[in-house]
């Protein structure tokens, strides 16, 4: 009896059935390789529980759509790649500003421009962290294998209902297009974090930018019984405009420190033999896949090699990962792009000479033999 | 007034210059509302950047005040997953047919029922005063201070063109005839487009010599005429006003709850 | 349809912005702008509660009370 809850799909598809766990209800997206599997399948699969599906006529409006949507009390997500969340930048600083709840998926592709829409890169990690203008703070997960698809998935629509704040999850193209087995968890089995309700009565004054003394900021789905405003500009707990200092410098205190005093709850990450590794590697999505395979083929030949797979990347566990590394040899990055998250990691471990990038820039995926050739180039043993 | 119950009191007296048009457009949008007796709870307006976008902080409905040009995304979210709230979206002329250009023919395309609402002073005046779509050739401005080369739209064609299913022009002289087209284009079921003339005598009225806010409204009163009116066959440069278009067409929302019925029938 | 009878010009100072729509289309000429540019009913006895101003003014300044 074939069991109903193995799938063998693709990571696309593994992330679409994360987001119907969670409890999506709205999507709007545009076509964009090599995300668009995410748009067709959500636009087949969600009439079919009574949510939504809108294709809107590029990705700003795919992001005004979900942020309207949100605001309503939908669970909302939309997908893209490069090029697409590039134009997206604008409006994930307005659901920042207004902490607005909702997923954005980001399947990167060769950049920049076009680049090399079908092959692989990891190249969107500093524009995932930086990409709209001004101070803010940003959560961005990523995953290696598709039953981490699911569970980033998941965990996505639970930070971002937790801390009324968008989520990135930045996957690649070959995570988004490779199949893989996906065993599907049963309702109920994956904790899940509903939308916070405002609990204050009809009539009653609803402040919907006054955070309760856990933090959390209880949400009036637009339609309800408050009326309330919603801009992009500096507001008061009433949501109204202001260019008080004293409210201008708490409100981005508090749009940075929630995020900021909660790394490691945000933190998502595996180790693999760390414990008495001589030589760590660090990566993350698709690239995590060829550093294990080294790890695993270099240990059982005597080689102390660790993995250290992050999934969290923004907000980057600097602690955790200077703590994991403080008695390695070498700390080698392993990651398709000219040294983004190589930069995280020197900035967060004692005696930064020690860390190395092994990477692949040409849109090729980053294979064991590549990494155990720089590997030995970095141990000094030479081809 | 009773118009006062619809507003938010407390940040009165408003930000635009003495006798700029957006306050007459709020007052007959406020009359419109209050006409048709709709719950304060039913209403969603969502308004875009620049001086007409404020609009949305003075109404006590839920109002969001969103991103330059992309108002009409965010109101196809807001309605498409609520689609019993009534979508108002104020716009400016930037706003609407710059910066937001693609957003308006694709909403006028899906036929989603809201009402856009372009607020044309004919310049950008929350930047003080730049020529926009709408200004027209040989208008002046900050940014055209040799005369403007550019053609303007016609917004009621390029509404009509994209697929609006009710399509209407009036002025802040015509008080009257704009509420009553609010009205109509409020309990329209599909996409409404009213374009509102509305002098901003601070930038476009300075710069193009035209006088005093109440000039600028004599203008729209000379230089206006009823819809397929005769005076408008003599004289062609006469600026249609009225209702343009007003028919019935497949609405959005109501289209995608078929979907969702036919694709939750297909499954079980 | 009797005529209305006018009640009171009731004018928020605060709100009044002396923009002179009001003034200008008021069909009888009874309102004027005091020497604070605020719109006063100088000539209340004239007012046919047409409600002109109460309709086009850009700051719901004016209101046209009737019996």
């Given at each position: 009896m074939k069991n109903q809850n193995i799938k063998f799909i693709q990571g696309n598809e593994a992330c679409v059935e994360g987001a119907l766990y969670a409890g999506l209800d709205f999507f709007a997206g545009y076509p964009i390789t090599p995300s668009t599997e995410i748009a067709e399948l959500l636009s087949?699969?969600?009439?079919?529980?009574?949510?939504?599906?809108?294709?809107?006529?590029?990705?700003?409006?795919?992001?005004?759509?979900?942020?309207?949507?949100?605001?309503?009390?939908?669970?909302?997500?939309?997908?893209?790649?490069?090029?697409?969340?590039?134009?997206?930048?604008?409006?994930?600083?307005?659901?920042?500003?207004?902490?607005?709840?909702?997923?954005?998926?980001?399947?990167?592709?060769?950049?920049?421009?076009?680049?090399?829409?079908?092959?692989?890169?990891?190249?969107?990690?500093?524009?995932?962290?930086?990409?709209?203008?001004?101070?803010?703070?940003?959560?961005?997960?990523?995953?290696?294998?598709?039953q981490d698809v699911f569970q980033t998935t998941v965990d996505a629509f639970n930070i971002s209902e937790t801390y009324r704040t968008p989520v990135i999850l930045l996957y690649d193209e070959v995570i988004g297009h490779m199949r893989e087995q996906l065993v599907l968890p049963k309702q109920g089995e994956l904790p899940l974090v509903e939308r916070l309700r405002t609990s204050v009565r009809e009539g009653v004054n609803y402040h919907p930018y006054l955070?309760?003394?856990?933090?959390?900021?209880?949400?009036?789905?637009?339609?309800?019984?408050?009326?309330?405003?919603?801009?992009?500009?500096?507001?008061?707990?009433?949501?109204?405009?202001?260019?008080?200092?004293?409210?201008?410098?708490?409100?981005?205190?508090?749009?940075?420190?929630?995020?900021?005093n909660n790394v490691n709850q945000i933190a998502r990450f595996k180790e693999y033999y760390l414990e008495d590794a001589k030589c760590i590697l660090i990566s993350?999505?698709?690239?995590?896949?060829?550093?294990?395979?080294?790890?695993?083929?270099?240990?059982?030949?005597?080689?102390?090699?660790?993995?250290?797979?992050?999934q969290t990347l923004w907000p980057f566990p600097h602690d955790i990962v200077n703590e994991k590394c403080v008695n390695a040899k070498h700390v080698v990055v392993v990651e398709m792009n000219m040294g983004q998250i190589l930069r995280e990691v020197k900035r967060a471990v004692e005696r930064p000479e020690r860390v190395f990038i092994a990477n692949r820039i040409d849109g090729v995926f980053i294979t064991p033999k590549d990494i155990r050739d720089i590997l030995r180039v970095i141990q000094g043993k030479g081809v | 007034m009773a118009i006062k119950g619809y507003i938010r009191e407390r940040f009165f007296p408003h930000i635009w210059c003495p006798g700029c048009g957006h306050g007459i457009v709020l007052n007959s949008l406020l009359r419109a509302i209050e006409k048709l007796g709709m719950s304060k709870n039913e209403i969603v307006v969502v308004s875009g950047i620049g001086c007409s976008s404020r609009i949305s902080g003075y109404v006590d409905f839920h109002t969001l005040h969103t991103i330059h040009g992309r108002a009409l995304a965010f109101a196809t979210g807001v309605k498409m997953s609520r689609p019993e709230l009534n979508l108002i979206v104020p716009m400016g002329d930037g706003d609407a047919l710059a910066i937001g250009g693609n957003h308006f023919i694709h909403s006028a395309r899906r036929n989603i029922d809201m009402t856009a609402i372009v607020m044309n002073n004919r310049i950008y005046g929350m930047t003080g005063g730049q020529y926009s779509p709408l200004s027209g050739y040989g208008t002046l401005a900050t940014t055209a201070p040799y005369t403007n080369i550019d053609y303007a739209f016609d917004t009621v064609e390029l509404a009509k063109a994209a697929g609006a299913s009710f399509v209407a022009r009036s002025t802040t002289y015509h008080v009257q005839q704009l509420t009553k087209i609010l009205k109509q284009a409020i309990l329209h079921e599909g996409f409404s487009v009213v374009e509102v003339l509305s002098q901003c005598p601070t930038y476009f009225g300075r710069k193009n010599r035209k006088g005093t806010a109440a000039d600028m409204m004599e203008f729209y009163k000379d230089n206006t005429t009823p819809v397929g009116s005769k005076a408008k066959k003599e004289n062609p440069d006469l600026i249609e006003r009225g209702v343009f278009v007003e028919k019935e067409m497949l609405e959005y929302c109501r289209e995608y709850e078929k979907i969702i019925e036919r694709a939750m029938k297909g499954r079980s | 349809m009797a005529k209305p009878k006018l009640k009171a010009h009731v004018i928020d100072r605060e709100w009044c912005k002396g923009c002179g729509i009001c003034v200008h289309f008021c069909p009888k000429d009874v309102l004027e702008l005091d020497e604070e540019d605020k719109v006063i009913a100088a000539r209340r006895e004239d007012c046919i509660c047409c409600k002109m101003c109460e309709l086009r003014c850009p700051d719901l300044a004016i209101e046209i009370e009737t019996e």
């Amino acid at each position: 009896m074939k069991n109903q809850n193995i799938k063998f799909i693709q990571g696309n598809e593994a992330c679409v059935e994360g987001a119907l766990y969670a409890g999506l209800d709205f999507f709007a997206g545009y076509p964009i390789t090599p995300s668009t599997e995410i748009a067709e399948l959500l636009s087949y699969r969600l009439p079919q529980k009574g949510g939504k599906f809108i294709q809107m006529e590029d990705e700003i409006a795919s992001m005004g759509a979900i942020i309207g949507a949100s605001l309503t009390g939908s669970k909302v997500m939309t997908a893209t790649s490069g090029p697409g969340f590039s134009l997206m930048q604008e409006a994930l600083g307005y659901a920042i500003m207004t902490e607005i709840p909702c997923v954005i998926v980001n399947v990167q592709r060769g950049g920049p421009s076009t680049g090399i829409p079908t092959h692989v890169s990891q190249g969107d990690v500093y524009q995932a962290r930086w990409g709209t203008h001004g101070d803010h703070a940003i959560v961005t997960i990523t995953a290696s294998n598709h039953q981490d698809v699911f569970q980033t998935t998941v965990d996505a629509f639970n930070i971002s209902e937790t801390y009324r704040t968008p989520v990135i999850l930045l996957y690649d193209e070959v995570i988004g297009h490779m199949r893989e087995q996906l065993v599907l968890p049963k309702q109920g089995e994956l904790p899940l974090v509903e939308r916070l309700r405002t609990s204050v009565r009809e009539g009653v004054n609803y402040h919907p930018y006054l955070p309760r003394e856990d933090g959390r900021l209880p949400m009036s789905d637009f339609g309800g019984v408050h009326r309330y405003n919603v801009t992009g500009l500096f507001h008061d707990m009433w949501g109204f405009p202001s260019d008080n200092p004293e409210v201008v410098h708490d409100l981005i205190r508090h749009l940075v420190d929630k995020i900021r005093n909660n790394v490691n709850q945000i933190a998502r990450f595996k180790e693999y033999y760390l414990e008495d590794a001589k030589c760590i590697l660090i990566s993350y999505g698709s690239s995590a896949r060829s550093a294990r395979h080294v790890v695993e083929y270099l240990r059982p030949r005597g080689e102390k090699l660790g993995l250290l797979e992050l999934q969290t990347l923004w907000p980057f566990p600097h602690d955790i990962v200077n703590e994991k590394c403080v008695n390695a040899k070498h700390v080698v990055v392993v990651e398709m792009n000219m040294g983004q998250i190589l930069r995280e990691v020197k900035r967060a471990v004692e005696r930064p000479e020690r860390v190395f990038i092994a990477n692949r820039i040409d849109g090729v995926f980053i294979t064991p033999k590549d990494i155990r050739d720089i590997l030995r180039v970095i141990q000094g043993k030479g081809v | 007034m009773a118009i006062k119950g619809y507003i938010r009191e407390r940040f009165f007296p408003h930000i635009w210059c003495p006798g700029c048009g957006h306050g007459i457009v709020l007052n007959s949008l406020l009359r419109a509302i209050e006409k048709l007796g709709m719950s304060k709870n039913e209403i969603v307006v969502v308004s875009g950047i620049g001086c007409s976008s404020r609009i949305s902080g003075y109404v006590d409905f839920h109002t969001l005040h969103t991103i330059h040009g992309r108002a009409l995304a965010f109101a196809t979210g807001v309605k498409m997953s609520r689609p019993e709230l009534n979508l108002i979206v104020p716009m400016g002329d930037g706003d609407a047919l710059a910066i937001g250009g693609n957003h308006f023919i694709h909403s006028a395309r899906r036929n989603i029922d809201m009402t856009a609402i372009v607020m044309n002073n004919r310049i950008y005046g929350m930047t003080g005063g730049q020529y926009s779509p709408l200004s027209g050739y040989g208008t002046l401005a900050t940014t055209a201070p040799y005369t403007n080369i550019d053609y303007a739209f016609d917004t009621v064609e390029l509404a009509k063109a994209a697929g609006a299913s009710f399509v209407a022009r009036s002025t802040t002289y015509h008080v009257q005839q704009l509420t009553k087209i609010l009205k109509q284009a409020i309990l329209h079921e599909g996409f409404s487009v009213v374009e509102v003339l509305s002098q901003c005598p601070t930038y476009f009225g300075r710069k193009n010599r035209k006088g005093t806010a109440a000039d600028m409204m004599e203008f729209y009163k000379d230089n206006t005429t009823p819809v397929g009116s005769k005076a408008k066959k003599e004289n062609p440069d006469l600026i249609e006003r009225g209702v343009f278009v007003e028919k019935e067409m497949l609405e959005y929302c109501r289209e995608y709850e078929k979907i969702i019925e036919r694709a939750m029938k297909g499954r079980s | 349809m009797a005529k209305p009878k006018l009640k009171a010009h009731v004018i928020d100072r605060e709100w009044c912005k002396g923009c002179g729509i009001c003034v200008h289309f008021c069909p009888k000429d009874v309102l004027e702008l005091d020497e604070e540019d605020k719109v006063i009913a100088a000539r209340r006895e004239d007012c046919i509660c047409c409600k002109m101003c109460e309709l086009r003014c850009p700051d719901l300044a004016i209101e046209i009370e009737t019996e």
